[in-house]
């Protein structure tokens, strides 16, 4: 699976960004998608991740109720919808992809294939 980020960018604290990541290469619909982030000087952190049909969401308690996470398996794309920014949010934001939903959701080994990251700078 080839994986495509894209949508960061910068803002002020309070604001709103979506990223989205388009995938190709095998079936989407199979992998559980994940977003990473890593903010400089910092070690990369989960964010979230959604089951392979969507129906289950898993959010990082920094994130729960900012951030929604969804995918649409007919446009091999998974999004992360990020309202209420904080600076702390700022970070480079990796989407990635994993076969199984693994009983530890911020396992990088868990996830088999990442895209190349895009930038949110989030500015107070």
């Known amino acids: 699976v080839q994986l495509q980020a894209s949508g960061g960018g910068s803002v002020q604290a309070g604001g709103s960004l979506r990223l989205s990541c388009a995938a190709s290469?095998?079936?989407?619909?199979?992998?559980?998608m994940g977003w990473f982030r890593q903010a400089s000087g910092k070690e990369r952190e989960f964010v979230v991740r959604?089951?392979?049909?969507?129906?289950?969401?898993y959010y990082a308690d920094s994130v729960r109720g900012r951030f929604t996470i969804s995918r649409d398996n007919a446009k091999n794309t998974v999004y992360l919808q990020m309202n209420s920014l904080k600076p702390e949010d700022t970070a480079v934001y990796y989407c990635?992809?994993?076969?199984?939903?693994?009983?530890?959701?911020?396992?990088?080994?868990?996830?088999?294939?990442w895209g190349q990251g895009t930038k949110v700078t989030v500015s107070s």
């Open positions: 290469g095998r079936t989407f619909s199979n992998y559980v």
């Open positions: 990635a992809a994993g076969r199984y939903w693994h009983s530890d959701a911020a396992l990088e080994n868990a996830y088999n294939y």
């Open positions: 959604i089951s392979t049909s969507g129906a289950v969401k």
